[in-house]
Structure formats: structure tokens, C-alpha cells
């Protein structure tokens, strides 16, 4: 195959995986899988939702023992039953949901497990110590005495980095790496990962995001059905041809959208303020419209109001002062603190997708079939006032696996054993299959692969173009571009621009991002 890496022995190799099978009941997560990662270089490993990626590198690091095949590190075979013989051997991993303990500072989380002496306040004077040199070593700083509950996400990301090294790991695996992360923040994680493979560390960086790739990586890999189809050298292919690798056929770059009828009014906030608990006012006098037949799009850099905004406006939050209308219902105005609970929310035709899917979206220890009704088990289509119909409940996970290319197709497994991206596409077929009249979105597309993307593209404009008025809020520029409207862009809880997406560009966003002046909108 041309542009295809040699898969080869070599002591220039820093691990390589031979016909490794793992399954998982009757799901077959990882076939023959073959891989080499030369040492000291950056390398993605790619593939659609449910392709056996994280599987892969769970195996390398222990977390899973594969069924059958061969482990070589620095090549010498190994074998790797857990994720303590995994760290003995130098290898590291960072994974998508941080494995962090909030109330501990970063030292405490860094040392934890990896104490040095029976006396705690030895092992920390030693930790800070060798914490001070890999810092300066790989630019890695953190504040150490710090809780890590009040540290931002790239922060977090950072100490779990300096705990893994702190182990000497010498391969570091990222899953999902920029899942939770602002754009800057990446950046800022890419400047990390070349110094650390310039130091020679071999770093392995599982994700759905081609820009990424492109951008950072040395060599990828390309899995599909829990197959490996491709190894490409980076400089010698494109986002293009990796996209058709990853979804089997070649991915639409255009989204059409039917002419609407935007005239009429379908949610109007004004005025809304919210002050949290600590009396930090996290909203400041938000106004703004949601028309039928239009998507409007919320940008702005994570961390401004958005999150608020959204708990606020479905019914989990009360604002502080404001007013909410709900026009489609006829009733009058809702003060902040007569709107309604999410429940009544639904009843009205008010959908939610959540930011945090873990946290909001689903209940990890339910079934797909259970969580394809979350929020919605008091619907007389599931069964009757006091039972639930087990019948009815998995139709409904079938009828909504089918809808949106949910995987693995089998409403009994637990919604902790799914990846993401999927836990993802079950969560927005639920609230999307209702046809709402008001559509929430939160970061709709994070943690999605491309052939995610393109179908959730499509059914939200399908969404639009049926009449809904949908409110999709992004950290991903290019998101909002594509699919809005009109654009209303966020900065320190308070809207400070508004413009149509035929007039708005990269840059004018940017700066009404960066703006501490909120313009009349």
C-alpha cells in the first residue's frame, strides 16, 4: 500500500501490537489489530464511535488483557495484565473523563498511589522536588497546593500529564484529548506534545478531530468495525482522504438548508441575570429571540454564561431576575422564577441536549434501552401511570439505534460500555425523535467522529427546516459557522455581538469573543 508505514520489528520502535482480538461478549471490539509507533513521535490513532480505539489502547495500558496476540515495548515482548504493569514498563495514559479526586490538590492527586515513605509529608517535600524539574523539562506548569475541583479543564489535563511523568512514563497515551478543552487550550496542549516528544517521549493521541491530526501528529492510524484499514504518514494525506478511511465512502462538505419561514417567535429572553452562590454574576441582562424555523448559534470561549444559560432555560436552574416567554404555549410571560421544571418543559415541546452527557445526559449503571427514555418514562407511549413496559422500552432504544447509527446495536448493554460519541448520538436521537418545538443544544458534536457529525449536521437542519427553534451552543467555531443563522456570540455573561452567518467570518467572531463591551444586539 502507498504511504503506508513499514510494520516492522525494530528497536527504533517504541511499541507494537501483533493480531491483537479482544471481545466483549458478542461484540468483537478489536480484530487482528496490527501496530507500530516509531519512538519519540506523535501518533493518531483515528476511527469512527465504537471502532475500537479506546479498546485498543486500554489493552496497551493494561485496563483490558487482550483475548489473543502480542505486545512489544522498545522491542522487547511483554505482557501487560494490568494497568500497574503497564506503568512499570513506561507506559502512561491520560484518559477522555479525568482520573482525578477534586477536593486533593494537584500535588496530592500526582502522588496518590505513588507515595515513596511512611511519612506523608516526606513523600510530598520529595514529589515537589522532582514535580519542580519535569516542569521545567516539559513546560508543564501547575499550581500544585491547589484543590483540582477549582482548576479550569486544561489545567486538569496538565496534571494529569505530570502525574503519568511523574511515573516515568516514556509513552503517553491521550484519549480524546481535546474533548473538554477550549481552542486555546489545545493549542496549547499541542505546544506540550511537541516538547514532549522532542525530550523523546512517544505519544499516542486517540481522536475523532482531523484538524488535529493534520495539525500535530507524525503518523495514523485508521481503525473502522474494530479493524485497522490504514497507516498513513501525515505529510502524505489529507483530512479528506483520512475521513472517507474512517466512514467507508466520501463524506458530504456542503449542508443544505430549505427556505424557512423565521417569522414567528418561539422563546424570547430578556433581560436574564443569574448570580451564583458565591455572588459571582455569571449572566448579565441576556435578551434575545429563537424564531421557528432557524438555528441560532451561541458562540463564545467555555466558561462565559453558556452553561448557565442552557440550565437555566431548561428548567434546571432558576435565573435571578429576568423574564422567559414561551410563545408557542400562548401563555404569558414567565418570570426567572415561574418557568418551568425541565418536565413540564418536555410536556411543552422543549428538548434538551446537554453539555455534560455523563453528568446530565444518561445514568451510566442504566441500559442503552433505559437511557433511551431518560426523561421521558412518564410518557404513555412507555407504559401505563404506575408500570414501566419492558417491550415498549426497548423498541424505543431499537427505533432510536436504528434513526442514528447508535452502537454497538443492542439496547441491553450498559450505557457506561459505550464510547462516547455514541453515548452522544443515543442522547440526541432521545430528544430529537420527540420533534420539539424548542430544541437546547449543548456542544452538540464533542467527542463525535466525522460520519457522527455529518448525520447530527443533517437532522438538526432537518430539525430547522421542519419549523423547530433550535439553540445550539459550541466552543467549535467552525460548528457555529455551519449550522447557524444567525450568531450571537458571549463573553463574560453578556452577549456581545450579533450578526447573520452570511456576514460572519472566523475573525469578526473572534473579536466579539474577546470583547469585554457588550454591543446593543
Given amino acids: 500500500m502507498s504511504n503506508t508505514l513499514k510494520q516492522k520489528s525494530s528497536e527504533a520502535m517504541a511499541v507494537e ?101 511512611w511519612s506523608l ?38 496534571v494529569e500529564i505530570l502525574k503519568a511523568l511523574y511515573r516515568r512514563a516514556n509513552i503517553l497515551i491521550l484519549d480524546e484529548p481535546t474533548g473538554v478543552l477550549t481552542p486555546q487550550e489545545a493549542d496549547q496542549l499541542f505546544d506540550v506534545l511537541r516538547d514532549l516528544r522532542e525530550q523523546g517521549v512517544t505519544v499516542l493521541i486517540i481522536t475523532h478531530k482531523l484538524r488535529e491530526i493534520m495539525d500535530v501528529t507524525d503518523n495514523v492510524s485508521v481503525m473502522r468495525s474494530g479493524q485497522m484499514v490504514a497507516h498513513r504518514k501525515t505529510s502524505d494525506t489529507s483530512a479528506e482522504e483520512l475521513a472517507e478511511l474512517m466512514v467507508g465512502r466520501p463524506v458530504a462538505k456542503e449542508l443544505p438548508k430549505g427556505a424557512t419561514d423565521q417569522s414567528q417567535v418561539y422563546l424570547s429572553v430578556k433581560n436574564l441575570s443569574y448570580t ?162 424548542v430544541l437546547l443544544v449543548g456542544q452538540p458534536t464533542r467527542g463525535v467522529d466525522i460520519g457522527a457529525i455529518e448525520l447530527i449536521y443533517k437532522e438538526l437542519v432537518k430539525a430547522r427546516d421542519a419549523g423547530a427553534a433550535i439553540l445550539v451552543v459550541s466552543v467549535e467555531l467552525d460548528e457555529v459557522l455551519t449550522l447557524s443563522d444567525r450568531i450571537l456570540v458571549m463573553n463574560q455573561g453578556q452577549l456581545t455581538g450579533e450578526l447573520k452567518a452570511a456576514d460572519a467570518d472566523p475573525r469578526t467572531i473572534g473579536m466579539m469573543m474577546a470583547s469585554s463591551d457588550a454591543m446593543k444586539v
Avoid at 60 to 76: H, M, R, T
Avoid at 124 to 132: S, Y
Avoid at 145 to 158: I, T
Fill in 276 to 437: 451564583d452562590v458565591k455572588g459571582i454574576q455569571r449572566l448579565k441582562n441576556v435578551s434575545f429571540e429563537l424564531r421557528s424555523g432557524e438555528i441560532v448559534g451561541l458562540a463564545g470561549v467555555s466558561g462565559n454564561g453558556q452553561t448557565e444559560l442552557l440550565k437555566i432555560l431548561s428548567g434546571e436552574m432558576r435565573g435571578t431576575s429576568g423574564t422567559i416567554d414561551f410563545v408557542a404555549d400562548g401563555q404569558p410571560e414567565y418570570t426567572c422564577q415561574t418557568w418551568p421544571h425541565p418536565k413540564a418543559l418536555r410536556q411543552l415541546g422543549v428538548a434538551h441536549i446537554p453539555e455534560d452527557r455523563i453528568g446530565q445526559g444518561l445514568l451510566k449503571n442504566f441500559s442503552m434501552a433505559e437511557s433511551s427514555i431518560l426523561g421521558y418514562h412518564h410518557d404513555v407511549s412507555i407504559g401505563s401511570r404506575f408500570t414501566l413496559s419492558v417491550q415498549k422500552i426497548r423498541d424505543t432504544a431499537l427505533r432510536l439505534i436504528k434513526a442514528f447509527d447508535v452502537r454497538p446495536g443492542l439496547p441491553e448493554i450498559r450505557s457506561a460500555n459505550m464510547s462516547g460519541g455514541n453515548q452522544q448520538k443515543l442522547i440526541i436521537a432521545r430528544e430529537m425523535t420527540r420533534e420539539p418545538k
Fill in 121 to 158: 509529608d516526606a513523600s510530598k517535600t520529595k514529589a515537589r522536588e522532582k514535580l519542580a524539574a519535569i516542569s521545567k523539562q516539559f513546560g508543564l506548569e501547575v499550581p500544585l497546593d491547589e484543590p483540582v475541583g477549582d482548576l479550569a479543564v486544561g489545567v486538569q489535563q496538565r
Fill in 17 to 117: 501490537m501483533r493480531h491483537i482480538n479482544k471481545r466483549f461478549g458478542a461484540v468483537w471490539a478489536n480484530r487482528d489489530i496490527d501496530l507500530s509507533i516509531p519512538k519519540a513521535t506523535i501518533h493518531g490513532i483515528i476511527g469512527e464511535n465504537g471502532a475500537g480505539k479506546s479498546t485498543l489502547m486500554s489493552v496497551l495500558y493494561g485496563f483490558y488483557e487482550a483475548d489473543s496476540g502480542d505486545i512489544l515495548i522498545n522491542g522487547q515482548a511483554v505482557r501487560i495484565a494490568n494497568s500497574t504493569q503497564a506503568i512499570a514498563k513506561g507506559v502512561g495514559m491520560v484518559h477522555q473523563h479525568f482520573m482525578l479526586v477534586e477536593p486533593l490538590t494537584a500535588l496530592e492527586n500526582i502522588l496518590l498511589g505513588a507515595e515513596d515513605s
